[in-house]
């Protein structure tokens, strides 16, 4: 049964070395779950940062998971992220492919090869007994009932026909692992349960394929989430069983969010609700404002630059240390994500800004005679997230049904009265106007509050609400009456009038 010793050479003679390679492996699940970007980023950014290989791999070994078109949101994900990879599924590369399904036949023959060793062993346990062994005992490890099978039984077996798994042969003693992050861990091998390899559709578990995967990749640091930390011993005894060399593992603590309905902090999971990278923006949150945030989750810049925030993708390739990594775990803060988009979107350029938020605003101003760039120019330093927009500019198109009593305003010095006499001096004085322009609107109603008598805001407050018919609106009066143009301005004031008379 053994296999020819020159494939297992040809297989190490494609590992490239001298150089920093990681990897993201994601499992194809249909969404990134805000960790995951966290690892994808880190993982990212080691490697840039060494001048190395970024690999991106695709985990599809459980086939009970599988979701349609999933790659491809991982890969769009990536994309607009700014996470560009060297090798992977769709730009191939020496160690490929690059989609474990695709691999299916080397894993039978790395896991035949640590039966030969004395390191793995068939198991021909049915379901029921299994489940029997954890009836009685929830936390049973296998009891190695397979392991005592003769070779003339297992043939037997075989010839039978009956179904397998493949499992590691945990040996005794004690096992220490060194994490970039966690520093050393020993633990117990009788801790350990001979966990199945290779199951019995023939395909890996995950943890016999990440160690084969990586080490076949040439891959120096295996970055992932703290969930695999307790495995970690085991996958140490899997590289010292084939006798390669063990990776530098950088664990990161999980991301944490407190669940707004209860208060209670636990661990982010799209299970419960919380939002994914895809969630965050569908909400109109831009994906550099939410890459910067999440490598503040759990990562922190050293020296001169410790206390900076705000990191352009390059300033982050230069400044990113693994030893900026912490243990504890992070709080994921929509506040705090908010005041990094807001930030974001104060600083696109004007046509940029008018792009993203073009969409938005159609939602709710769907006149396209109300021009969406000078909406757009009200809106860009007054909203933390683009799924603000449309309630904030919803008064365009309809305007709202107020109460009389939004005129009256202490700081502008207006009640219902002197409200009623600003809007009967603005509407001649506006419909006069040879031109309807900003410059144009705003030199008559600054000049009419000077014939007037009158501070600019009594009049302006006054003017504000009647076109807009809410109290706090992107932009002031001069803006939007010269968005909503003559006609329906006018309208509009004539209406407040009615309302205060
Ligand atoms: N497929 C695993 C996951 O999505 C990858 C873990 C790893 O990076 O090793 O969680």
Redesign the pocket.
Known sequence: MSIDKSWFDQMEQRIPHGEVRT?????P?GYMHVG?LR?ALYTWLIARHAGGKFLLRI?DTDQGRLVEGAVEVIYATMRRCGLDWDEGPDVGGPVGPYIQTQRRDLYGKYAQLLIDKGYAYRCFCTGERLEQLHRDDPNAKYDRHCLSLTPEEIQDRLDAGQPYVIRQRIPEGTTTFRDAVYGDITVDNAELDDQILIKSDGLPT?NFA?VID?HLMGITH????AE?LSSAPKYNLLYEAFGWDIPTYVHCSSVMFSDPATGTVRKMSKRHGDPSYEDLVAQGYLSQAVVNYVALLGWAPHGDIAEQEFFTMDELVKAFEIGGISKSPSAFDMDKLNYFNAAYLRNLSPEKFVKEAQPWIRQSVKNEAYDAGAIAALLQARCEKLSDIPEKVNFFDALPDYGADLFTNKKSKTNAEVSLAMLEAAVPALEALPQWSQDAIHGALVGLAETLGVKNATLMWPVRIAAAGKAVTPGGAVEICSILGRDETLRRLRLGMEKLS
């Open positions: 990897r993201f492996a994601p499992s699940t995951n690892t985990e995950y990440n990586d295996v970055v992932r989430g695999y």
